[in-house]
């Protein structure tokens, strides 16, 4: 080995010494190379003779191999291959919202006491459930009982990703299926079978800052009010400052606020052939009255959109918001609005009457590929039975879908007059959908962004809207 | 001579202090929020610096929601796994693009770059079926499967050993070395400060990752999937999501300081010494 | 290439390195080809389609994909917002991560500190940080408009919004940087300055005839993956940016409205095309930079 390096710094040296000028890299190099080579010299002396080395690989190897073996037998595992998992003893049930997790497991704690079938809960955020479910669906597993929402259920229906339902239903002693809604019976029915039992429903209420109603010597709304007299009411609340609004609603507060305006003035957004409800006059009036409170008494569209109508709410920012039942477990945790708001009953249309409030609500659906068919069955009709809707309300979870059984829900926050959302029942739209709702829905919020920022004027959007709405209503297939 | 290389560091000094504060700013603001209720945080008129009450409610719900110990092991075996699976074939694959000749190497590097040049949502459902193929859901092995080989650290090595001089292999060669002894002993130990920085990035990569385990595991959670159970649907508990973020971040603070005393420091004055 | 020293070598080494290079990289690319290239090609093969549900039912269009997406003015105003991102981020995030790489390798007092500092961003939460900032930047209760007294719409204004989030990305990527520039300055050798201050040469003229050549093949290595790395922006602009916000058309990157298609409109078809463009976006300018290297890296 020494001769190498001398010969290296040989030729090195010799052509250092034949150039007048300094060149750092040569030198340098010269200097580097020596270095490292005394390195490796160093590292074969501690290391002993190239035996030792060999020793060290292999010692190396078995560690690895040992790692890796502990990597695939640690975690307990259950899969075995394919779309079918053993047939367990476990439930796995999955849901996308938190705030529920743990009203949820009570009932399901109490399933497993009723029946010894056991149950596992998974909650996650709502992008991964729906991507672990798409991902199931593909050819991997899926978990046993889960949520359905209308946005989705079609296409999970008419893929046969889901249990049929339907004869378990009708031989059911336990469920009672005419208490639920049809308009939710027939939501999760395709093709005359059923394949969700309705879970929840929700309805949308009025929620009023109380203190600022009394600075300005207003009285309190009792629910019996018009549209007319609520803007008269958000003018008045709004000042000229800019430091407090009447309203705030963006584009995407669709179910919670403006769709309901829509069909209080007796529009539609889809009509019963299945077409825009977008060109129907009703619903052009509404969607202006809405323009008249974005123009006067909303804050501008930039503020509404980075910081969103509840937290602007909860700011004191604004003095009336339109909000979900679905909200509810959140408000009763916050401090502000305990002290200084409620809940009071949506507007009511002069010229109609009534006050409709749009609805929605979840459906429990089994995995077709479930080895458990008849425990996934078990469970959902238990989630279904009027003790554990009930129950439901009670630990406050959300509003129940059996009809009344909700009422216990409402007492469960003393400070707000949730009876409002009970009320509400007695006029009810379902959330309007097609077969492929997502396809017109996003493009219908990305187009009233304009009316809300001035760039267009809100009958040119109605008229944008109804135009896309057809098109993409064409479009699907199923 | 002396006042003037006082001045240079005194400068330099204020600099990074100045940086450092904008480093940290929002981490100070998480911190804050960490401790505030949720109507401090989302308050914004009164605009809430200092919690009134430094309340640790927050991360008492965190710690009572979640199975500590479990987490940790299986972060630390996922972190493990991939470290030493990505390290390993990106050391040996950078090497022999750098150094070795031979037919086919373009055509292969290029593949290694057309892999980084795509979004990785791409891969999620792919993986996720090959893996249920497997039988391998739910396992330790599930949460590595992604993380097992990485164009991005064959391509860093790969640099590495581009900036180490020819003459050295030559020198090896003309001292008998052949090919793998070449690697083992002359060539790879002079690019662990870039193995250290790919270790440091894969398991910083490897927790962060979200999406992965929460759809390919059920039970065998690492710490950050967990965590990640804190957001709702419609709302986010935010000085909730603070705490648990902390915590989080703790342990890939730590294993920072341990890798940066160990390795960096180590080499940085063992390479100057003659 | 011949050895001149070692007369004997010959096409028996190029047999060797032939083999030994096939070794060393199989496992790595059996794995990459197997996770990675694989779903590549699909989805390519994808973007020929009009995707049905769940992989079932796909059929074939043929290239009206890309009729579509040519004609399609939101995905162009995508690739601007893309660009104008990667322009902002990867300059500035570089070049201030090498300065201070360069003034941490020096021994200094408390260097571990700021080190650990600078490193922080990487390791939190991309959801935390998120939504941090987006506290910070906004144009009613943010911090940064309550110091500064202004009322600027950081993230709500379409011609400003993209550059607030380029703030962002900076902010979060200078420690990653700085940790691939720091390892690669540790591979300098010490002598290199010692020569050199002997020389008489110190300070700034270290950095540009020392650091800069010697460190290039790291700064080259930085510089692609960041490009390639700004250019597939799509985290911070999905949690920052919200669906109400006016700003949205004008800041929403391809990869956004990759996923936005994929998987939140079930057009994956669509989506496919989108990550196609892309994909060859990407491919031309690392080409370009493949190229360039060879003029101004450096290896020794």
């Known amino acids: ?478 | 001579m002396e006042a003037k290389q006082k001045a240079t560091t005194v400068l330099i000094h204020v600099i990074l202090i100045l940086i450092s504060i904008t480093m940290l700013v929002p981490f100070l603001w998480m911190i804050l929020t960490a401790f505030k209720t949720l109507s401090e945080s989302t308050s914004v008129n009164p605009f809430v610096i200092f919690p009134s009450e430094w309340i640790t409610e927050n991360f008492a719900k965190v710690i009572n929601n979640m199975d500590f110990p479990m987490l940790y092991l299986n972060t630390i075996l996922l972190i493990a796994g991939r470290v030493i699976a990505a390290v390993l074939t990106a050391t040996l694959a950078g090497y022999a693009f750098a150094r070795l000749n031979f037919r086919g190497k373009n055509f292969m590097f290029s593949l290694v770059l057309f892999q980084m040049m795509v979004p990785g949502q791409i891969f999620i459902i792919p993986q996720y079926l090959m893996v249920s193929q497997l039988g391998a859901l739910n396992t330790i092995f599930a949460l590595v499967f992604p993380g097992l080989v990485t164009a991005f650290g064959t391509f860093l090595l790969r640099q590495a050993y581009m900036g180490l001089p020819k003459d050295l292999e030559e020198a090896a060669r003309l001292d008998g070395c052949n090919i793998p002894q070449t690697f083992l002993y002359i060539m790879a130990p002079l690019t662990r400060s870039s193995m250290v920085a790919l270790g440091i990035f894969t398991a910083v990569f490897a927790y962060k990752d979200l999406m992965w385990p929460l759809i390919c595991n059920k039970d065998v959670m690492p710490l950050s999937a967990a965590l990640a159970k804190m957001q709702g649907q419609y709302a986010s508990n935010y000085p909730q999501l603070m705490a648990a973020s902390l915590l989080a971040c703790i342990p890939m603070i730590v294993l920072y300081l341990i890798f940066q005393k160990q390795f960096i420091e180590g080499i940085a004055t063992s390479g100057g010494k003659l | 290439m011949r050895d001149l020293a070692n007369p004997k070598k010959g096409t028996s080494q190029e047999r060797n390195e032939f083999v030994w290079g096939w070794i060393f990289i199989l496992p790595t690319m059996i794995g990459l080809i197997v996770l990675n290239i694989y779903p590549i090609f699909k989805t390519i093969y994808e973007s020929f389609f009009k995707t049905g549900d769940f992989g079932r039912g796909n059929i074939f269009i043929g290239v009206e994909n890309y009729a579509k997406l040519f004609g399609d003015a939101e995905v162009w105003q995508a690739l601007i917002n893309t660009f104008k991102y990667a322009i902002v981020e990867v300059p500035f995030s570089i070049v201030i991560s090498l300065v201070l790489a360069v003034l941490l390798n020096r021994k200094m007092k408390g260097r571990a500190v700021y080190r650990t500092i600078f490193f922080l961003p990487m390791v939190a939460a991309p959801a935390a940080i998120a939504m941090v900032w987006r506290w910070l930047f906004n144009a009613e209760f943010g911090l940064l408009n309550h110091i500064f007294g202004t009322k600027i719409n950081w993230v709500s204004n379409p011609s400003i919004a993209i550059f607030s989030i380029a703030i962002i990305g900076i902010w979060s990527i200078i420690g990653y940087n700085m940790v691939l520039f720091i390892s690669g300055l540790q591979e300098i050798p010490g002598d290199y300055y010692e020569a050199a201050s002997i020389d008489g040469a110190t300070g700034i003229k270290q950095f540009w005839h020392i650091t800069c050549p010697l460190l290039s093949p790291t700064i080259f290595f930085v510089m692609i993956t960041r490009v390639i790395g700004g250019l597939q922006v799509f985290d911070l602009i999905y949690m920052v940016i919200d669906k109400n916000n006016p700003a949205l058309y004008k800041t929403q990157s391809l990869v956004y409205l990759f996923y936005q298609n994929s998987f939140v409109e079930n057009n994956k078809g669509y989506g496919s095309t989108i990550v196609v463009l892309l994909l060859a976006i990407i491919m031309i300018i690392t080409v370009f930079q493949m190229w360039g290297q060879k003029k101004w890296v450096h290896y020794s």
């Open chain 1, 1 to 478: 080995m020494s001769v190498s390096i001398v010969t290296y710094f040989a030729r090195f040296f010799y052509i250092e010494n034949n150039i007048k000028t300094f060149n750092y890299s040569i030198y340098v190099k010269c200097i580097y190379m020596y270095n490292n080579l005394q390195k490796k010299r160093q590292y074969d002396e501690e290391g002993g003779s190239r035996f030792m080395k060999i020793k060290r690989l292999i010692a190396a190897g078995l560690t690895a191999t040992m790692v890796v073996g502990m990597l695939t037998a640690c975690g307990g595992g259950s899969g075995d291959g394919g779309g079918s998992k053993k047939k367990g003893d476990t439930l796995t049930v999955a849901i996308w919202d938190t705030n529920q997790q743990d009203g949820l497991k009570q009932i399901m704690d109490d399933f497993t006491a009723e029946t010894g079938i056991k149950t596992e809960l998974q909650a996650m955020d709502w992008n991964a459930y729906w991507t672990l479910l798409e991902a199931g669906a593909t050819g991997g597993e899926m978990p046993d009982v889960f949520w359905m929402h209308s946005n989705e259920a079609v296409k999970y229906m008419a893929n046969d990703i889901l249990l049929d339902l339907t004869d378990y239903v009708a031989k059911s002693e336990k469920l009672e299926m005419d208490k639920f809604p049809q308009e939710l019976k027939d939501m999760y029915t395709w093709k005359d079978k059923v394949y969700a039992v309705p879970k929840d429903r929700d309805t949308i209420a009025m929620w009023y800052n109380k203190k600022m109603f009394d600075d300005a010597g207003i009285a309190y709304p009792d629910g019996s009010w018009t549209w007319d007299e609520f803007y008269e009411i958000a003018q008045k609340l709004t000042k000229d400052d800019g430091s407090q609004y009447g309203f705030a609603c963006n584009p995407s507060n669709e179910q919670d606020t403006w769709m309901n305006i829509v069909y209080t003035m007796g529009g539609t957004i889809v009509t019963d052939d299945n077409k825009s409800g977008f060109d129907d006059p009703n619903t052009i009036k509404a969607m202006e009255f809405l323009d008249k409170c974005i123009k006067n008494v909303m804050p501008d569209a930039n503020t509404m959109s980075e910081t969103g109508t509840d937290v602007l709410f909860q700011s004191g920012k604004v003095a009336m918001i339109s909000q979900g039942s679905w909200m509810v477990a959140g408000f009763k945790e916050n401090d502000y609005m305990v002290e200084n708001c409620d809940v009071t009953r949506l507007p009511k249309d002069a010229t109609t009457g009534k006050s409709v409030s749009l609805y929605n609500g979840l459906g429990w659906s089994a995995s077709a590929g479930t080895s458990m068919p008849d425990e996934a069955f078990q469970l959902i009709e238990w989630f279904g039975t009027k003790e554990m809707q009930e129950k439901q309300s009670e630990l406050g979870v959300t509003m129940a879908a059996y009809d009344g059984a909700s009422e216990a829900w409402a007492g469960g926050a003393e400070m707000y007059n949730l009876q409002a959302y009970i009320d509400a029942m007695e006029d009810t739209v379902f959330r309007p959908h097609t077969n492929s709702t997502l396809a017109w829905w996003n493009p219908m919020v990305e187009e009233l962004k304009k009316p809300w920022n001035g760039e267009e004027s809100m009958a040119d959007a109605c008229k944008n809207i109804t135009s896309i709405m057809n098109e993409k209503i064409a479009e699907e297939d199923y």
